[in-house]
């Protein structure tokens, strides 16, 4: 996620998921559906509506179709299948960045904001989940 400007961060729990989140402004949440000690609608749950987050959230199962229904009306920003490809989540980062922009509308940026470098934050069971750069 280099390529992108965005610094990332990567937890393994719900718990830690909550603490680390609950501090930071990160942009993107990527979530894989089940984790060490719950699954992503306990993240979701968790945060205030509006957030300037975009929670995706990764299934390990290519049926999506109840299970993309169910995390959308949770508020999540996307739900993809794993394996995916690195197209599909470049897409995604780039809509998520595009979205934001629009978001941002008129307001003007003050320099210090333009310079910031955006976050993300990696929510999963597997060590290797944090090359994000790599080829799948």
Same mark, same amino acid.
């Given at each position: 996620?280099?390529?992108? &400007?965005?610094?990332? *961060?990567?937890?393994?729990?719900? =718990?830690?998921?909550? *603490?680390? %989140?609950? +501090? ?7 979530? #894989?559906?089940?984790?060490? !000690?719950g699954?992503?609608?306990? %993240? %979701?749950?968790?945060f205030t509506? /509006?957030? $300037? ?10 049926? %999506? !179709?109840?299970?993309?229904?169910? &995390?959308?009306?949770?508020g999540?920003? #996307?739900? @993809?299948?794993? /394996?995916?490809? $690195?197209? !599909? @989540?470049?897409? @995604?980062? @780039? ?9 941002? +509308?008129?307001?003007? =940026?003050? *320099? *210090?904001?333009?310079a910031?470098?955006?976050? &993300? &934050? ?15």
């Amino acid at each position: 996620m280099t390529q992108w &400007a965005l610094d990332t *961060t990567c937890c393994s729990s719900v =718990r830690e998921a909550r *603490t680390l %989140l609950s +501090g930071n402004g990160f942009s993107l949440i990527f979530c #894989e559906d089940q984790l060490l !000690d719950g699954n992503y609608h306990e %993240l %979701l749950n968790s945060f205030t509506k /509006p957030s $300037k987050s975009r929670f995706i959230v990764m299934s390990s199962t290519p049926e %999506l !179709d109840d299970k993309y229904d169910e &995390a959308m009306q949770l508020g999540a920003f #996307e739900m @993809i299948a794993t /394996p995916c490809r $690195k197209s !599909d @989540i470049q897409w @995604i980062v @780039i809509r998520a960045m595009q979205e934001e922009s629009r978001r941002g +509308g008129s307001r003007r =940026r003050s *320099t *210090t904001e333009e310079a910031s470098v955006e976050t &993300a &934050a990696v929510v999963s069971n597997s060590p290797d989940r944090d090359n994000s750069d790599g080829n799948q």
